[in-house]
Every structure is written in structure tokens, then in C-alpha cells.
């Protein structure tokens, strides 16, 4: 760990303004889709992003064909999703709670 104490470590918003980052980002995306691809060729299936139902029916079909943990390699399993398509295997994210600020619905003068 002693040559990991002098990277700087930065955070900030919109950090694709940065061209290594944006860059970075590109590359990041295009491998994934790229990974998709192969993967649901050697699957014999299309593997789609996001949650939409045919997301949702090809995780299924996969689960009925390799079993519910081959999901596992595929998903994000701590998403809601996993838990609706296999539940007894993948448990239910804990309930989101309101990350918006209070605010007061009273004018005052």
C-alpha cells in the first residue's frame, strides 16, 4: 500500500468532461456490448440490456436451461430484477429510501 499513498484520488460531477475519461468510457462501453454479443452467441441467445421483458424472458430461458446460478455470470444480481425471476434463489433488495432533501412546504415571509 505504500505506493498507492501518493495517487490523488478526485471526485467530481460530469468527470466524462475529461478526455481520458470520456475516452475511457467509450472503450468501457464498447467492450461490454462487444461481451454481450459473444456471450449470447455462445448461448445461442440474445442478451439485451436494461429491464425491458425481453430482458426479463431471455433471463428466464436462461435460468430454465443452465440453472439460477449461471444468472450469476450474467446480471446484476442485487437488483430487483434477479429476485423477480428466480426469487427462492436471489434475494429482494431492501426498499429504497428518499435520498431527495426535505423541504418545507410553508412559505414564510
Given amino acids: 500500500m505504500r505506493h498507492g499513498r501518493k495517487i490523488v484520488l478526485e471526485q467530481r460531477p460530469r468527470a466524462e468532461s475529461d ?13 461490454f456490448i462487444n461481451w454481450l454479443e ?3 452467441k455462445e448461448l445461442g ?7 425491458s421483458q425481453g430482458v426479463k424472458e431471455t433471463a428466464k430461458k436462461l435460468i430454465e436451461t443452465n440453472g439460477p446460478k449461471a444468472l450469476r455470470e450474467m446480471a446484476k444480481v442485487h437488483f430487483r430484477t434477479a429476485h423477480e425471476i428466480a ?7 431492501p426498499a429504497r429510501e428518499d435520498w431527495r432533501p426535505r423541504t418545507s412546504s410553508k412559505v414564510t415571509n
Avoid: D
Fill in 45 to 51: 441467445m440474445r442478451l439485451g440490456r436494461g429491464v
Fill in 38 to 40: 459473444r456471450k449470447g
Fill in 19 to 31: 478526455v481520458a475519461v470520456a475516452a475511457a468510457s467509450i472503450l468501457a462501453r464498447e467492450g
Fill in 87 to 93: 426469487p427462492e434463489h436471489y434475494v429482494a433488495p
